[in-house]
């Protein structure tokens, strides 16, 4: 025992190190399967002349933002202001906020980061664009601002005429603001189990957004941007002659979630993002524990899968410990598997990469590279 | 717009501010009732000459382990081995792991461990002995072993007689190796409802522990300590005469999944954990949306409540929108809350507290201190 308090953790992983040597627990993107997702979803987007505008809140790091626009996207959303402060830093130009806020803290981290990007924002009641007009006019900078008009998810949003007029008015009057269009997210139908009752949802959903964007043109108010979607209906999004740009985010990733939809033809996201574990525990014949727990991956949309073993399946998270059940079968029960590696598949992604701190990155069962995850925890 | 990327978040709290001016989403630590709660488990211990070991997995934070320990405790738990980092780094000076681990990467970490602290760690296969003597007889350094009994958990821990003496005999046959005594944990009945349920089990689990103690003690090992035990069944514990130590997490914070525990006389831990919202969409009539979702608040043990107002109810989390139904409820619904803050009560105070980077510490509506979350996402 020294009487020297500095003690450094040793990093996840090393480039070069192999799969196995990964320490647990880990978050791990195979490059195979993610460059995949990224490219096919850029190219679907660019053949239907629509633009694509990824969602940050998936992934939270700047070197996946960079790649997503190195592939052809014009920019990216954030879902909250702080969320976007570590991609202004890394250079990402195109910024949009999809999501309400208020209050004077809020106000000033808009302006600051208008100061610095092209930054759009999104309202859905007066009293937002009243502060922000005020706070932008005195800032001298200029803001476009979305009204998010409610599709169908029942949760922000207007979902009258009346009063989306309202709001474009209050927009127009502002000389610090600019409409920039129509936000329409229906979180609701992503998930729809079958193929073509996605598509037909997203067909009414693409309906009920033309018919705001055919109110305000009524009213000689245009439309530049209707942007929404997210990556169940991209593929109909992209189609609609509606929306003008997505904003998918699961993609690039792929859970386990998304995973249960079923897909057309070879539109299906490949699963890219997976869990190192290492069980640590086999005191019990019928379980073996890992060591990823709630603190490793999110349940909120059900238990990860585990990958390419069908011998255990993942039944219960604790703090710290997950408990894979050992499928009813002589030989599966009868090995110890202490020590040895289990990739999980998360159940939904976005609050899965916010427990973690970097990606470590697969290729070939090697590590290629290690990213950070710089706006992990940025939830104000 | 400028060319100058750099850009800096601003604090999310200032000492001195008051409540209302904490942006949001905040973790906030109302700090009378948390030191009250840390008091009454310090005196409770004492009273009963049983040590306490608080647990940090539930905090993460080496300035709350440094007031437990101010209050009496003798050291602290920690759940995985890279979480013990920090509380090193600030001069917590024993610790013990109360979870398995097992490859090099691990016991590289426990080595490291052991060279700055009083270090005690917790097996339940012959493997993690036999890994864990070698590395420390090299290193040169001795370690306290304890060996986990399952004492109805049945998750980690041997469950058998012959399976303890053979850890216990492995223990001793290693010259870096001390038997530290017995790891006891049953954390499906912290949660019991009621407070004689509760009661009558974690007697049974103590009758449990006493009948390991008493076969070593037949084969002539003593059991040095033996520890264990809840926030749920602490009182108890302290009473049972078989338990030496307390291993007790949530009563600091006292989540809404202990709060829904019926407790006898005033051994009920006040809440002081709460996460600040604020009402971000008032579009809809029937309810509100608040600005903390899945990454503001882990919903494992059930959604948040909310304080001191009952006219709404937190009915869906999504990744970063809360939805607030308002209850039936005419004057409720007509008022606009946009803008308005909301104090949450979390339902798992432990992955709650690991979404967030630092604790807003409040006394008399207003910030007095803020502590950093140190351990936060060390899970390794």
Redesign the interface.
């Known amino acids: 025992?020294?009487t020297?308090?500095?003690?450094?953790?040793?990093p996840?992983a090393k480039r070069g190190d192999t799969l196995a040597?990964v320490?647990?627990?880990a978050l791990l993107i195979e490059l195979d399967a993610f460059e995949h997702n990224i490219a096919c979803m850029a190219d679907m987007a660019r053949q239907h002349g629509v633009a694509l505008r990824p969602h940050a809140?998936a992934h939270k790091s700047s070197v996946i933002a960079q790649k997503q626009i190195a592939a052809g996207a014009i920019g990216i959303c954030c879902?909250?202001l702080?969320e976007a402060?570590p991609f202004?830093?890394?250079?990402i130009s195109d910024i949009y906020i999809s999501?309400?806020?208020?209050?004077p803290?809020?106000v000033?981290?808009a302006i600051?980061?208008?100061?610095?990007?092209?930054l759009s924002l999104c309202v859905?009641?007066i009293?937002?664009i009243e502060a922000l007009g005020l706070a932008a006019d005195a800032a001298g900078?200029v803001i476009t601002v979305l009204v998010?008009v409610?599709i169908g998810q029942?949760?922000?949003?207007?979902?009258r005429m009346e009063?989306l007029a309202t709001l474009v008015d209050g927009i127009v009057r502002h000389p610090a603001l600019r409409f920039g269009g129509l936000q329409a997210f229906h979180?609701g139908i992503q998930h729809l189990t079958t193929w073509d009752l996605r598509r037909t949802s997203a067909a009414a959903s693409a309906d009920k957004v033309a018919t705001y964007a055919q109110f305000l043109a009524a009213r000689g108010i245009a439309c530049p941007l209707i942007t929404g979607g997210g990556t169940g209906t991209a593929e109909f999004d992209v189609a609609s002659g509606v929306f003008t740009e997505i904003q998918p985010g699961s993609y690039i990733f792929m859970d386990a979630h998304y995973g249960a939809n079923e897909w057309a033809g070879n539109k299906m996201p490949r699963h890219s993002l997976f869990i190192a574990a290492?069980?640590?525990?086999?005191?019990?014949n019928d379980?073996a524990?890992c060591?990823?727990g709630?603190?490793?991956v999110?349940?909120?949309s059900g238990m990860p899968l585990v990958k390419q073993d069908d011998e255990l399946k993942f039944i219960r998270?604790?703090?710290?410990?997950g408990?894979l059940k050992i499928i009813d079968n002589p030989d599966a029960i009868a090995r110890d598997r202490?020590?040895e590696q289990v990739l999980l598949i998360p159940g939904?992604c976005?609050?899965t990469a916010?427990?973690?701190?970097q990606y470590v990155c697969i290729r070939n069962d090697r590590v290629e590279d290690i990213w950070d995850i710089d706006a992990?925890?940025?939830?104000?």
Chains 1, 2 share one sequence.
């Open positions: 025992m020294t020297d308090f500095s003690i450094k953790l040793p996840i040597q320490s647990t627990p809140k879902q909250k702080s402060y202004v830093a890394a250079g999501n309400e806020f208020v209050g803290a809020k000033a981290m600051e980061l208008a100061r610095h990007v092209k859905d009641h009293a937002q900078v998010e409610d029942a949760r922000c949003g207007v979902a009063g979180g290492t069980i640590m525990s086999t005191a019990k379980i524990v060591d990823v709630l603190k490793g999110a349940i909120d998270a604790n703090d710290e410990h408990v202490l020590g939904h976005d609050p916010n427990l973690y701190d992990r925890g940025l939830s104000q």
